[in-house]
Structures are given as structure tokens and as C-alpha cells.
């Protein structure tokens, strides 16, 4: 059943949306109510809400995802993630961030006290 279900939702999302190919969303994507839009294999790339409210789920994941403007989840799994418009919404989607390293210390002669 949840197999059906989720091939019949797959066909519904591809007639009613467009698919969004690339690494890194600018201009923001727009969603009116009801809309949805199919990401593929954006797996580690984390998906902004910028307004309204979106609803993120992904293939084999049976969590849901709702973001308000200013959250973001980072896409967990591979293959198809579908982002619904709750509300009129925009989204961005960015690359991941490589981790953030400290600066090295620079080579500079500490002061002495006296």
C-alpha cells in the first residue's frame, strides 16, 4: 500500500511541478499553495524556507519536514526529496558547507609581561 501510494503521489508531483536540476538555487524558487516541486539526488544540499511554509519529504524517510521562513534541513537521502508549498512560499536551495576549520595561528611573537 505505502509503495502505491507513494508511486501514485510520484506521478502526481511530476505532472504538477518542475524539476529543479543544479547545485545551487538563485534566484529563490516560488511555490504558490498546493504547489510542489521534485529535487533529485540533492542529497547533503540543505533546503531554505525564505517565506511562507514548506513541507519537505523524501524517498524512504517516513519523517516530514516543516520549514517556517528562516529554517533549513539538510536533505538526508538520496534520490527524489519533494518540497509542497503549505502556503505561498519561496525556497532556496544551497550546496553544503564544507566543514569550517579555526584559521591557523599566526606565527607572531607573543608579548611578555613584566
Known amino acids: 500500500m ?3 501510494t507513494l ?4 506521478a502526481h508531483c511530476m505532472r504538477n511541478t518542475h ?3 543544479g547545485t545551487t538555487m538563485n534566484p529563490p524558487n516560488v511555490l504558490h499553495h498546493g504547489e510542489w516541486t521534485a529535487l533529485h539526488d ?3 544540499r540543505r533546503v531554505v524556507c ?3 511554509s514548506v513541507w519537505i519529504t523524501q524517498d524512504r524517510d517516513r519523517r ?3 520549514l517556517s521562513p528562516g529554517q533549513g534541513f539538510t536533505l538526508d537521502r538520496p534520490g527524489m526529496a519533494v518540497v ?3 502556503a505561498d512560499a519561496s525556497f532556496a536551495v544551497y550546496d553544503a558547507l564544507a566543514p569550517r576549520r579555526a584559521p591557523p595561528l599566526a606565527a607572531q611573537p607573543l608579548p611578555c609581561s613584566r
Open 2 to 4: 505505502y509503495a502505491e
Open 7 to 10: 508511486s501514485v503521489f510520484a
Open 19 to 21: 524539476v529543479i536540476q
Open 42 to 44: 540533492h542529497a547533503g
Open 50 to 52: 525564505l517565506s511562507g
Open 64 to 66: 516530514d519536514v516543516v
Open 84 to 86: 509542497s508549498a503549505l
